[in-house]
């Protein structure tokens, strides 16, 4: 089992920045894959970045590619997305997860554990 809790979201104007970190317990070890999802009212569930919790690659959604970078901790267990110049489409409820995998799968159904997610809001 993993737990997984989310923090750093927030209103921010467009432009700005914010850091969402994602703290994993339990059994959090190098064979699990690291992701960020966001949704937004009304929308599917889309996948934002991911990366192998040795570090080892990432991978973006070509909406964040440039802007957002995904980085871990593993001395304090710690998945965090920086996100850079933010515009009000970023707008969302953002969601870390993890899958036991190698691969960096962008799908929802490939991952096992959720956070309770959190909020960004980016005014215009």
């Known amino acids: 089992q993993v737990q997984l809790v989310e923090s750093g979201g927030g209103l921010v104007q467009a432009g700005g920045s914010l850091r969402l970190s994602c703290a994993a317990s339990g059994r959090a070890d190098s064979m699990y894959v690291m992701g960020w999802f966001r949704q937004a009212p009304g929308k599917e569930r889309e996948f934002v970045a991911g990366?192998?919790?040795?570090?080892?690659?990432?991978y973006y959604a070509d909406s964040v590619k440039g802007r957002f970078t995904i980085s871990r901790d593993n001395a304090k267990n710690t998945v965090v997305l920086q996100m850079n110049s933010l515009k009000p489409e970023d707008t969302a409820v953002y969601y870390c997860a993890a899958c036991r995998s190698t691969i960096i799968f962008t799908s929802t159904r490939a991952y096992d554990y959720w956070g309770q997610g959190t909020q960004v809001t980016v005014s215009s």
């Open positions: 990366i192998r919790w040795s570090g080892s690659s990432t």
